[in-house]
């Protein structure tokens, strides 16, 4: 299981003293922990992935937050923390692979320029936790018009 794994790797990364690797799987820990809290259940492998990829997300916003503020030493530790967080998130689809799933969805559906939010409700369902839904969005929109 992936939760084993992560705390697996937090032991041998503070064997290691790998801080910045302790502290992300920690803090990953943590946000899994809440979750079962709340869940009063444990995590399944789906729902820790979807957690890890809450974690990507707030990084990439903390990124993006530090550069638009001319903080490139803050944003270069989310980068790394980042890169960590990476290694446990599920693989993602290509833009080409996602290119394919719309591309058949909409014929599928035989969609005009018109449905686009219908073409992404169908998208978004086969492509869960694999794709980015910005990527998913741009690509919809340019199949489309």
């Excluded at 869940?39 to 990084?59: H, N, P, Q, S, W």
């Excluded at 058949?104 to 694999?130: H, S, W």
């Amino acid at each position: 299981m992936l939760k084993e794994k992560i705390s697996e790797d937090l032991k041998q990364a503070m064997k290691e003293r790998n801080e910045i690797k302790t502290r992300v799987l920690r803090l990953l820990n943590s946000a899994i922990k809440n979750f079962e809290v709340e869940k009063m259940g444990i995590a399944t492998d789906d729902e820790v992935e979807k957690i890890i990829l809450k974690e990507m997300k707030k990084r990439q916003e903390s990124i993006q937050a530090y550069k638009n503020a001319n903080r490139e030493d803050l944003a270069a530790e989310e980068e790394e923390e980042l890169e960590i967080l990476k290694e446990y998130a599920p693989k993602m689809l290509s833009e080409k692979e996602i290119r394919e799933i719309v591309k058949k969805t909409i014929d599928e559906i035989n969609a005009t320029p018109k449905d686009f939010g219908k073409v992404m409700k169908e998208v978004m369902a086969k492509v869960k936790g694999k794709a980015d839904g910005s990527l998913v969005s741009k690509v919809v929109k340019e199949l489309l018009s």
